[in-house]
Each structure stands twice: as structure tokens, then as C-alpha cells.
């Protein structure tokens, strides 16, 4: 667990901030600039169970800030970011706020296990162009989720 914070916070060291006319800026890398995403979930056990049957994900679960959180898989020599499920008091599902895309290599199946293990889908598979395909559903906890899958290169 030390790792995934000790990277975390190298993550958001080398992203840094700086202050410019008494505002807190993002300072410009070549990093990308999302290091760090909570869901926020009623239920931890439901939601790990929803998760773990969609994506077939692991989750280590911890006690942070009074928070209970089960945190996403994460290696720090792949790509990408991770982040966790979090249920406290400052954490409301919600099907109007920010929208995380997780990748999939099957948005049809995705979808599919999805509404099985209590989801709803909200946007069918659609088309992105050379991006691949999109799609949106609704969780065990009543967040909106969204799937993409990359465009298979022949």
C-alpha cells in the first residue's frame, strides 16, 4: 500500500503547482494532467462486487481520512491512473457529475455484464471515429460510467 502512495505522491510532485498572481496554477509537464479519480459509492462491498464482476478488478480496501475507500488495481509501470471506490460523507453517487471512461477490449461484453450485475446501460455503443467506440453506464451505485474500446488497427 506504501507503494501506491509513495507514487501517487510522485505523481503529484512532478505535476506540481505554482502560484501566479495569488491563484494556484498547474504547472505545465509532459505528464498528463488527471493523476487520481475517486467514485463515490453508498455501498463499498456492493460496489467492489459490481466492479469486480464487470471488470473482474481486485481492490485493496483502506481506512483514509475517516474514509472507506477500495483502491483500483494499480502498477506503476503501466500507463494510465488509478484511483478508488470511496464512501464517507463528503462522497455522493451521482449521475450528473464528472464522467471517468474505463478502458475495455469488449464494449458489447462490458455492457452485458453490466446490466447483469445490476447496471443500466445509458448511451449504447457508438462510434468515435478513428478513436474507436464509447458507451455509458450506470453503476451498482447510481454513478454514470463510461466505457471506451480503441478502434482495431488492420
Known sequence: M????TVLLVVFLSFGCTTKNNETVAAKSATNPVVYFEIPVNDVNRAIRFYKAVFSFDFEQEIIDGNQM???PFNDKSKGISGALAKGE???PTNNGVLIYFKTNNINQTLKLAVKNGGKIL???TSNGDLG???EF???EGNRIALHQEKIKK
Do not use: G, M, N
Open 2 to 5: 506504501k507503494t501506491f502512495y
Open 70 to 72: 477500495a483502491l483500483f
Open 90 to 92: 463528503i462522497y455522493k
Open 123 to 125: 448511451y449504447p455503443k
Open 133 to 135: 467506440f464509447v458507451a
Open 138 to 140: 450506470k453503476d451498482s
